[in-house]
């Protein structure tokens, strides 16, 4: 089949290219762009059984001004003195004159509370969270506020989710730059320094360009037709995604064709027989890869669920690609790809890879040992594994919305922020007893985590409830002492939901819902998605292995390394940024982000190694041997890969946003993990113990009774080979 699709590639390469690049501009023109699809509100993503998202629903139709969008104005002296009765007056005029100022969405701007050093005031803008238009109102609002209070003692900040959201957006907008900038550059460099050629270096990153140029509006157009939303990072992610595997699939076909060039083929026979040899292992790892994305479908939290499928239709493309667009290009420059190097034409002798291989081919008891030690080292820190939810906090901290947060917590409770509602909704028909709602409302003051109620400025009549046009619900604001998305104020909704439900007046259904409830329903889904996510995805992956190996053995070790390898990081990311850098958890994101990565990708390598060693026991070598020289052959190719994977992911390092260096040292370290322990040394090793039986029943490892073209010229790797 392979074979098949290369003959096709190379005879009619022109047709190829132009056939991708009518594709390209016609979805650049004409698609729909994928930045229409995104989402910035997490608790969006929640499926309508939690409780949070009922409480939403309630308010969206019972209390409609509610549900607008807010942002927090937090007055402050610019001396840091505290407030006169003059600076409470000027906070009032400020607020009125904004409020007045005929700002698009924004429906109202009020002063609420003020105490010794902080004032504050609520702007309400209508609109859902993900609408650009909010955004767009708040920076207007910001604008109009400046001239006003500049010729005062105060200084004014906007923060709450609106403000977090523009702040946030300018943040992932940089980070995008960044990486995409850091990307690129480090791919060039790292293939100049593996080739010692321009173009071999300039080619996966023009290759790559093009294919995204594709999968953005693909992935727009699925979004479209079935709904889908998009979380606001899946841009970032992509860029990673397509330069990381991309190169990775482009270097397993240019490292064959170098190979086959040394061996006497001419260039076009060359990248038919790379097509072939490597097109199996590429589709496979592809498969992989789409099946532990896809398996996200599984998940209840819809970020989970869209971010998936939006990557697996970029690993589609780009695998396409890899065996199309890419060999029909090299077919037309043929060795010249390597121009001006000439180290394309000589087998070399003596490589460190040489010497790997037959340390792993003599001894690989002891090398299964080490490596399997090295990961289980790593493995015990996910022992103290802690999920942080605390977005706010994994945000740059130099913004006007995270200084402007610290202010208010100078005077007022952090949860302040963002209170959390309850909501009382009749259940017998008769309308909502305000006297039996306000004394409900007052017996949360004891509760623990509340700190107390309306914090932030109660009603004109001094009542901590709001009752409906209808008289048929009330809602409750309740302020906590923690700030909203921290573990602590997670923690305290489930006693607070239970303390609601216990107490409701009589006739009533209590809900509770804000931000925090909603991320606390979000760390349910996410524990529920992560424990069907992945032994669903590590079966089906199994499956594939089982039929590219066409053996029942096989597959389990590789899983079970590919397990221990998806540990071993999380343990290592745990021990760096909790054990060292004291933080109070990682990202709760994070395992799934692992788990897309490390484990699809470190499929990946496992396939490449696994696959090459089956092939080098097709020849007539022994097991042993044939691990030896599996790892000769396939090791530079995996460590090259693995090298610029680790590199384009570390480049998240360099956005600025805690979140995001969190993921991009996670995933390098896995890919680090998987590429150059569990690869590398474990699997081949492992594999040479096991014999003949890990090709059982198929006995794909039976020798054809051929030799491959460049046999002769193989370097032994023990002596009696000689």
């Known amino acids: 089949m392979f074979g098949r699709l290369g003959r096709l590639v190379v005879h009619n390469p022109w047709k190829v290219i132009a056939a991708w690049l009518i594709a390209a501009i016609a979805l650049v023109m004409f698609a729909p762009k994928l930045s229409d699809l995104t989402n910035q509100d997490q608790s969006s993503f929640l499926p309508g059984k939690y409780e949070s998202v009922q409480a939403q629903d309630l308010a969206e139709k019972a209390f409609p001004q509610s549900t607008e969008q807010t942002a927090l104005l937090v007055f402050k002296r610019a001396d840091g003195k505290n407030l006169t009765e003059a600076d409470k007056s000027t906070v009032k005029d400020i607020t009125g004159r904004l409020g007045a100022a005929g700002v698009e969405h924004v429906s109202k701007v009020e002063a609420g509370a003020a105490k010794d050093r902080i004032a504050l005031g609520t702007a309400y803008i ?68 593996i080739y010692r050629s321009p173009i071999a270096a300039l080619l996966p990153v023009l290759m790559v360009a093009l294919v995204s140029m594709v999968a953005s509006p693909v992935i727009a157009i699925v979004g479209k037709a079935t709904g889908l939303q998009v979380d606001q990072s899946l841009n970032t992610i992509l860029i990673v995604v397509l330069f990381g595997i991309g190169t990775d699939y482009i270097l397993f076909l240019l490292f064959r064709y170098r190979e086959r060039l040394r061996a006497g083929d001419d260039r076009k026979e060359a990248m038919i027989v790379s097509v072939e040899r490597v097109g199996e292992a590429i589709a496979s790892a592809a498969g992989a890869v789409v099946i532990a994305f896809g398996a996200m479908l599984l998940a209840t939290f819809g970020s989970f669920k869209s971010m998936g499928p939006g990557l697996a239709i970029a690993v589609i493309v780009m695998a396409i690609a890899a065996l199309t667009l890419v060999p029909a290009v090299v077919s037309l420059i043929g060795p010249k790809v390597f121009w001006p190097s000439k180290t394309w034409q000589h087998q070399p002798k003596g490589t460190a890879f040489h ?37 706010l906090g994994q945000l740059p901290g130099d913004t006007e919305s995270a200084k402007s947060m610290k202010d208010m917590q100078l005077d007022f409770a952090a949860g302040t922020l963002n209170p959390t509602q309850i909501y009382l909704k009749s259940t017998d028909g008769k309308p909502i007893d305000k006297g039996a709602a306000e004394r409900f409302a007052l017996s949360f003051k004891g509760v623990e985590g509340v700190g107390d109620l309306n914090e932030a400025g109660e009603d004109a009549n001094g009542s901590h409830v709001k009752v409906s046009g209808d008289g048929m619900s009330a809602e409750i604001a309740i302020v906590l002492k923690e700030s909203p998305f921290a573990n602590k104020a997670l923690d305290s909704i489930d006693p607070l939901r239970d303390f609601a439900h216990a107490h409701q007046p009589e006739g009533t259904k209590a809900m509770v819902g804000g931000q925090t409830a909603a991320f606390t329903d979000i760390r349910e889904a996410t524990n529920r998605d992560l424990s069907v996510i992945f032994p669903v995805a590590g079966l089906l992956i199994a499956l594939v292995l089982g039929l590219l190996l066409r053996s029942v053995v096989a597959p389990w070790y590789l899983m079970l390394a590919v397990v221990l390898g998806f540990i071993s990081t999380i343990g290592a990311t745990v021990l760096v940024f909790q054990t060292l850098a004291g933080n109070s958890g990682v990202m709760f994101m994070l395992p799934v982000m692992i788990y897309m990565f490390v484990v699809a990708i470190g499929t990946d390598y496992n396939i490449l190694m696994v696959a090459r060693l089956r092939e080098e026991a097709k020849e007539g070598h022994e097991p042993r041997r044939a691990a030896a020289l599996a790892v000769e052959h396939a090791g530079p190719s995996i460590a090259a ?36 322990v569990m690869s590398m040394f474990l699997v081949p090793s492992v594999t040479a113990l096991i014999g003949h039986a890990a090709w059982w029943p198929g006995h794909g490892d039976r020798a054809t009774g051929r030799v491959g073209r460049g046999e002769e010229d193989r370097k032994p790797v023990f002596a009696g080979d000689r």
């Open 641 to 676: 890969a693995g090298v610029i994977l680790a590199g384009t992911f570390a480049s998240l390092m360099m956005a600025g946003i805690d979140m995001m260096t969190q993921m991009g040292f996670a995933v390098s370290v896995g890919i680090c993990i998987s590429a150059f």
């Open 355 to 391: 010497r790997i291989g037959g340390l792993v081919g003599r001894k690989p008891v002891a090398v299964a040992l080490v490596a399997g030690v090295v990961m289980v080292a790593f493995a015990a820190g996910a022992l103290n594994f802690k999920a942080d939810y605390d977005q």
């Open 126 to 193: 209508k609109g859902e969270q993900q609408d650009k238009f909010v955004n767009e109102a708040l920076k207007k609002l910001r604008d109009k506020a400046k001239p006003m209070v500049e010729k005062t003692d105060l200084k004014l900040g906007f923060t709450g989710s609106v403000a977090i959201n523009v702040d946030n957006e300018d943040a992932f907008k940089k980070a995008e730059a960044i990486v995409g900038i850091v990307t690129i550059v480090l791919i060039i460099v790292l293939l100049l320094a």
